[in-house]
């Protein structure tokens, strides 16, 4: 008996503290709805009261409300005032109903390990200052509590009044048709009419119940208004029952405190039968609460050990969504391949090379090339300008190409930051990582950069004489092909730079030399167009793929604990979210250790 009362307490403490922590209402059984506990029907009262008791061993009786932490009352006529204050708060001074229950615990040896929920009574009328819906509101309210079978009904029926009319006892019936769960109650034995008694009741005669009546002798008003003690009160009832004539028999089964013993033993059998299903529910908890944990982050280390530790396993974690978006795992990578194989292109084909290799142009180019000396046998330096001239046109899609990246880049970034899950509740960490992610980015720009552009002014530095070479071994075409021919490219027919000829100062001489200098500018667009997509991967996209965070690793391995910590401040919302997810956890933990440690003995 003794270990089944500590586990009844432990019940107890287990429902205090899911009423605590909310937990209950929502969809499918939670742990309050699974542990037992007992629904008074037929006090009147306004809100619903939740009554734990809890049995101390020794010490001051005293009594606590949730809705007033840390305050004890060892003064229960302010229990009382405090039951009738704390309703009125929500119903006003009206004769209204609310269903937001008062919590109310009260640790005394006098008491058994008992959770009692006393109820507002049934009504069959309105009275003035109640709503007309005040008659089922209150049913409404009373069945929620009374519908759960873990609930024990506790149905007070007054024994002045003919059983056959309580509405305890129909409720009761309606919802508990087998009568496991309902123990029945007769009130006002002492102020039944002379020569009439309730044994009929008591003795389950006129209506049985599936556990024996209990008959109770409480305060009357004028005990009540003389501030007699319950304990008197118990003394009184005791010596009423033993000195009845008509209920003498019935003494040790009567009375108040047979009552809560009753409850109690019956309450033991339940949660014994409810154990397994108790502690299923408690794992089922526990499990949820893990992997909430695991998915808000867990606690972090004060010492700076493991704040460094943990800001390296976030960056770790940013990186590899990064990688991902980069590889292909995640979208937003190919928008890079769209900057080669669109971007690059349609940018190559806009460069004004009509207009700089145009007669006119090419003229005037070659003319200031040779100076007062016409050219002997070729314009040598009119051709390196009209070459140099036009491939310094490739230097702006080169830098546009970098600069593409570089903004797609910043966007992943971006983007890896948000979709970091373990970031998240970092907000600082992330602006961290942010800018030193964007800082390494502009110092690959800046090399990648400066890489294209080695590649445009290479091909200034050196020309393929290769090119103008096998121009004077292509043949001679027809005139057919030579329509056919694109306008851009080569002119063929026209002969290799050799000894000057009578067309010499004339257009088609000048168009033949355009003609020969697109043809190279065309075969060093098509290299350019290779290379550079090369030399901006791997030195911006490879670059972040291997360094982006390395400068921020040695300047985060540089910093004192205070700072470490600042960088890993986090939302006070998630913090007070985690706090009780951990004090959950924790009651939790120790309930189901305890309910191991006493179930089974």
Known sequence: MATMTSLIGLINKIQRACTVLGDHGGEGMSLWEALP????????????????????????????????????????????????????RITGKSKQISNIPIQLSIYS???????????????????????????????????????????????????????????AIKLAREVDPSGERTFGVLTKLDLMDKGTNALEVLEGRSYRLQHPWVGIVNRSQADINKNVDMIAARRK???????????????????????????????????????????????????????ELDRIGRPIGVDSGAQLYTILEMCRAFERVFKEHLDGGRAGGDRIYGVFDHQLPAALKKLPFDRHLSTRNVQKVVSEADGYQPHLIAPEQGYRRLIDGSISYFKGPAEASVDAVHFVLKELVRKSIAETEELKRFPTLQSDIAAAATEALEKFRDESRKTVLRLVDMESSYLTVEFFRKLSEQPERSASDKNASDKNAPDRNAP???????????????????????????????????SIPKAVVYC??????????????????????????????EDPQLMDRRATLAKRLELYKSARDEIDAVAWK
């Not at 040896?109 to 209150?138: C, M, R, Y």
């Not at 409404?140 to 873990?150: A, F, T």
């Not at 024994?159 to 009319?165: G, K, L, V």
């Not at 911006?540 to 890993?568: C, D, I, P, T």
């Open 540 to 569: 911006q996209v490879l670059a972040a793929k291997r360094s982006l965070l390395n400068q921020f690793y040695a300047h985060v391995g540089r910093q004192e604990k205070e700072r470490l910590g600042k960088m890993l401040d």
């Open 237 to 291: 009832e005791r010596e009423y029952f033993e000195t009845s004539p008509e209920y003498g028999h019935l003494a040790s089964k009567m009375g108040s405190e047979y009552l809560a013993k009753l409850l109690s033993q019956h309450l033991e059998r339940v949660i014994r039968q409810r154990i397994p299903s108790i502690i299923a529910l408690i794992n089922k908890n526990i499990d949820e609460i893990n992997a």
């Open 496 to 530: 290799p730079p050799g000894p000057q000829n009578p067309e010499r100062f004339s257009d088609h001489h000048f168009r033949r030399i355009g003609s020969n200098v697109s043809g190279y500018i065309g075969m060093v667009c098509d290299t350019l167009k290779n």
């Open 37 to 88: 506990s007992v629904a008074v029907v037929g006090i009147v009262t306004r809100r619903p009261l939740v009554l734990q008791l809890h049995q101390t061993e020794g010490g001051t009786d005293y009594a606590e409300f949730l809705h007033a932490p840390r305050k004890k009352f060892t003064d229960f006529a302010a229990v009382r005032k405090e039951i009738s204050d704390e309703t009125d």
């Open 109 to 167: 040896p006098n008491v058994v390990n008992l959770t009692l929920i006393d109820l507002p009574g049934l009504t069959k009328v309105a009275v003035e200052g109640q709503p007309e819906s005040i008659v089922e509101d209150i049913e409404n309210m009373v069945r929620s509590y009374v519908e759960k079978p873990s609930c024990i009904i506790l149905a007070i029926s007054p024994a002045n009044q003919d059983i056959a009319t309580s509405d």
